[in-house]
């Protein structure tokens, strides 16, 4: 079948990749790019674990065709860092420990990072509708939600914003 | 999945002249929500044509004038849940297509493609009944509107032609001071389907007397339509909780006259007339 030439940013890198177009972003990332952060769950867009940024906006990766993503900027959960240092989001999901397994993880930080680029001092409600797309089994949400509230506050303080 | 040829349309016209072509072969793709999981599950013939509509500039949009909302098909879940002329003067609309999915569904599924997947639990399809929506599906041979009562001619299955496009979704703004509601109930609190939903519309007069009434259930009956009798029993009487139970339960009645008893009528009748009931109180 059509390869596919993708031109896209990545994190903030501009990317030129050879695709098909039946592939998903999420094979994409994974797959061709070894960018693992991006968790594969149900593949159906019901569990939020394949959660990226597309053009800043938080998507379900498994359900974008690669064709879709020509010319745009896609942020994964390996573009919140700057080298070694952890984004504010980062470190307070470390300090109210919520991560467990840590597979929601990924799906929840970026649906965070659409959240608090958009909405900077979100409250209990706005945090837990902005979740309500990645399903966590482990943690009951309690953490997830606090550190949300926590890095909203630090973020206020320092300005951080995704690369990407 | 498997693959097929990809094609990236320009405008509306090569989009039909690619739906022409390819008659019966091809899908549209806009938002790739439902149609992504269609693919996975490999039922049917595999298209062997993508048409993608995404970049479509003018399908997009959602404009406000002259008394009428008019919606390009592509326009997201999320734009119209947050649109403050679709929260206005067309609630139920907006709360509907905030209920869908999730944000990430929300991000990327349109109102056109939940239209035309056409499935009995779609979230915008009642509200837009109840709005009394026109439709206009656009091919290499012309256009032409359609009521969207009269779209749908059995549940996945609408009444376009292979070869057309919707273009555009176009309904009345409700009256300034009419209310309207939209309820879903799934299995979760978000990120599910809806097991049944009601759109409402409620319209008083300055005594608060009913004057418009409109109830249309969702994932209940084989096509969409507006409960006419459940819709009657209010025009004239003032709002009561008893006048609200029993349009419910008329408005259940409707839906075993459609369906016939099922095994999950059961929990369905008596909970679509609590649904109904509960809309039409958030109404007023």
Known sequence: ?164 | MRPFRYLACASVEEACAALRAHAGRARVLAGGTDLLLELRRGDGPAPEVMVDISRLEELRGIVAGNGTLRLGPLARHAELAASEPVRRRAGLLAAAAGAVGSPQVRNRGTVGGNVMNAATCADTVPPLVALGARLTLRSAGGSRELDIADFFERPYVTRARPDELLVAIEFPALPPCARSAFVKLGRRNALSIARLSVAAVVDRDASGRITDARIVPGAALPVWKRAREAEAMLVGQAPSEALFAAAGRRTAELMIGETGRRWSSEYKEPVLAVLVRRALEACC
């Open chain 1, 1 to 164: 079948m059509d390869k596919l030439t993708l031109h896209a940013t990545i994190n903030g890198r501009a990317v030129t990749v050879e695709t098909e177009p039946h592939h998903t972003l999420l094979d994409l990332l994974r797959d061709t790019l070894g960018l693992t952060g991006t968790k594969r769950g149900c593949e159906v867009g019901e569990c939020g674990a394949c959660t990226v940024l597309l053009d800043g906006v938080a998507v379900n990766s498994c359900l974008v065709l690669v064709p879709q993503v020509e010319g745009r900027r896609v942020t994964t959960v390996e573009g919140l860092a700057e080298g070694e240092m952890l984004s504010s989001l980062q470190e307070a999901f470390l300090d109210h420990e919520a991560a467990h397994c840590g597979f929601c993880t990924p799906g929840m930080l970026m649906s965070a990072q659409d959240l608090l680029d958009h909405n900077p001092a979100p409250t209990e409600q706005e945090i837990r509708a902005a979740i309500s797309g990645t399903l966590c089994r482990c943690s009951g949400y309690v953490q997830i939600v606090e550190a949300i509230q926590d890095a909203a506050g630090r973020r206020r303080g320092t300005g951080d914003k995704a690369r990407g």
